[in-house]
């Protein structure tokens, strides 16, 4: 018996390291084009067991989506929620209430449109000069300055026709742009962008600017604060458990029109609250991304308050407090101050701005 056993762990020996052989024989006959990224690679139990953990995280992100989708619809059903987006032509409002479909509002007046690219028109043309400011081997500019001023002559010759633009504005748009031609005229003339002469341009194309910008914001405000007192009328009580949310990119976030229309009708004790201001990394946004923005916020604080028993902490960075901490304990070791805002609670109510007073202007009024 033991002679018949032998015999056979000598024989599944064998057929082991025959089978063996011919995997590595098979693995080394391969073609170019699969040995470059066929076989095993070798890896520790530290690095499966470490794979394993960071999985979890990713992992995750699908239990947050369907847990999402489910949020955002529990949400829908019981609160109105009002977007408010940026968009090139003066932004888009939209109101979401349980049970019914969603109203897109009207649209900011053409005129403001009208004003915002006459401005910029302006704006652009500083884009193309300054690169080439004196330096006259440069010829860079040229092409592109005379296809815009194709462009800017086309627009100032219909200006009369448009029907958009009231009457007593249109002496200011055409100053613009017949200035704007006008110096285009002498830099293509010349063939070069020069400092004194683009100072000058500057300086007289800005008081009709800001004139303008002062009609388009105003232009603005007054039709979303139109519209938010239809709405607000429309939702009656339920105006009181209505969310709302504005995106912005950084330099947008400070004096945000959209935000500060909302701000009106929701109230002190609503920002940060039921009235959120996300910062997306580009000026528009789809509704569906700003609806997804909201619900993890949402969603988030419910987790927090059944984790931690705080309902907005999770609006909070978690491991700000104890990273600040660390900061100034190790600034401590180098001998030096740290440097930190004010700690703020959990539920602020600050506006998502700059807020603290101190010198220097704080609009186009006050520059000089």
């Not at 002679?3 to 599944?12: N, V």
């Not at 652009?124 to 005379?146: E, F, G, H, L």
């Not at 063939?191 to 009709?208: D, H, I």
């Not at 988030?300 to 491991?319: A, C, H, Q, T, W």
Request: proline share 7%.
């Amino acid at each position: 018996m033991y002679k018949i056993l032998l015999r056979l762990t000598a024989g599944m020996l064998a057929a082991s390291l025959a089978t063996g052989s011919a995997l590595a024989q098979g693995t080394t006959n391969l073609p170019d084009y699969l040995a470059n990224i066929s076989g095993n690679t070798a890896s520790s139990p530290s690095d499966v067991a470490t794979r394993d953990l960071l999985q979890l995280d990713i992992g995750m992100f699908s239990l947050y989506d369907r847990a999402s989708t489910i949020y955002r619809r529990n949400i829908l059903a019981k609160h109105p929620i009002i977007l408010a987006m940026f968009t090139n032509q003066g932004g888009q409002l939209m109101l979401f209430r349980p049970g019914q479909p969603p109203i897109t509002a009207p649209g900011v007046p053409k005129v403001y449109q009208i004003l915002k690219s006459t401005g910029h028109s302006t704006m652009a043309i500083s884009q193309v000069a300054i690169p080439s400011v004196n330096n006259p081997a440069d010829k860079r500019w040229i092409a592109p300055m005379a296809a815009y001023r194709t462009q800017m002559k086309t627009a100032l010759n219909g200006l009369d026709a448009s029907t958009d633009i009231q009457a007593d504005w249109k002496p200011a748009v055409k100053e613009i742009l017949a200035t704007n031609v006008a110096y285009m005229d002498d830099c293509l003339a010349k063939g070069s962008v020069t400092l004194e002469p683009l100072l000058a341009f500057a300086k007289k194309q800005g008081p009709n600017i800001k004139l303008i910008i002062n009609w388009a914001a105003s232009t603005q405000v007054k039709h979303w604060m139109g519209v938010m007192d239809e709405w607000s009328k429309m939702l009656g009580p339920d105006m009181a458990k209505t969310y709302a949310a504005s995106n912005t990119i950084y330099v947008a976030r400070q004096n945000n029109v959209l935000f500060s229309v909302l701000a009106q009708y929701f109230g002190p004790e609503a920002i940060n609250d039921r009235l959120m201001l996300i910062e997306t990394m580009g000026f528009t946004t789809t509704p569906e991304d700003m609806l997804t923005a909201m619900t993890r916020i949402i969603g988030d604080r419910s987790v927090g308050e059944l984790f931690f028993g705080n309902y907005k902490i999770m609006d909070f960075e978690l491991m700000g407090g104890d990273g600040r901490k660390t900061i100034v304990s190790e600034m401590q070791k180098r001998g030096k101050q740290p440097f930190l805002p004010p700690a703020v609670p959990f539920g602020s109510k600050q506006w998502p701005a700059l807020i603290t007073p101190g010198p220097g202007p704080t609009s186009l009024d006050d520059l000089k």
